[in-house]
Antibody
């Protein structure tokens, strides 16, 4: 069964850093673009970043560009999000999500992890 | 960025009712539009991809239509387990963007 499991969330002070991980299993990880999607408390879903299967193409939402870095290790079936210079407004549940299609960098997200909570507060 | 305007933001319905949600894109996104269901405490679930295609395993009471800038999502006969927030999402342009969500209650 295909599965995504995130880890690495927690409480951090403004300006601090966190590294989120997402472990994939049950599918050919390298064939799929992967994304991070977040949901702030009481808010809707917001796409954060995507990385193509080969890691050749990387995309960021404007508010995180220059502060967050997405990466992947296809040999270890793992996705990462390095989050630096964290702000209060980055507080959210962060989900890793798999692109449905194996062609192109973006499509619907057909597999989601359970989410990991990031709280940025002094 | 492409703005996705979803309406209504919430609705209260009865079991068996037909529910329709609309989503309007700020510019033409052809058919690159998906619909998700998000229940409290659960992860989002893809229901409809590319405007009108039912994701495998999703009940046939869910459907989607539209192209260009105007899209709709329908639950033909609401079931108690359909209580959730529903989101549209475009992926024709980067960044992919979600609508604000429609909370469906009974």
């Amino acid at each position: 069964e295909a599965q995504l499991v995130e880890s690495g969330g927690g409480l951090v002070k403004p300006g601090g850093s966190l590294r989120l991980s997402c472990a994939a299993s049950g599918f050919t990880f390298s064939s799929h673009s992967m994304s991070w999607v977040r949901q702030a408390p009481g808010q809707g879903l917001e796409w954060v970043s995507a990385i193509s299967g080969s890691a050749r193409n990387i995309y960021y939402e404007d508010s995180v560009r220059g502060r967050f870095i997405v990466s992947r290790d296809n040999a270890k079936n793992s996705l990462f999000l390095q989050m630096d210079s964290l702000r209060v407004e980055d507080t959210a549940v962060y989900y890793c999500a798999r692109a449905r299609r194996t062609t192109g960098d973006l499509s619907g997200f057909d597999l989601w992890g359970q989410g990991t909570m990031v709280v940025v507060s002094s | 960025d492409i703005q996705m305007t979803q309406s209504p933001s919430s609705l209260s319905v009865s079991v068996g009712d037909r529910v329709t949600i609309t989503c309007q894109a700020s510019q033409d996104i052809t058919s690159y539009l998906n619909w998700y269901q998000h229940k409290p405490g659960k992860v989002p679930k893809l229901l409809i991809y590319d405007a009108s295609n039912l994701q495998p395993g999703v009940p046939s009471r869910f459907s989607g239509s539209g192209s260009g800038t105007d899209f709709s999502f329908t639950i033909s006969s609401l079931q108690p387990e359909d209580v959730a927030t529903y989101y549209c999402q475009q992926y024709d342009f980067i960044p992919p963007t979600f609508g604000g969500g429609t909370k469906v209650e009974i």
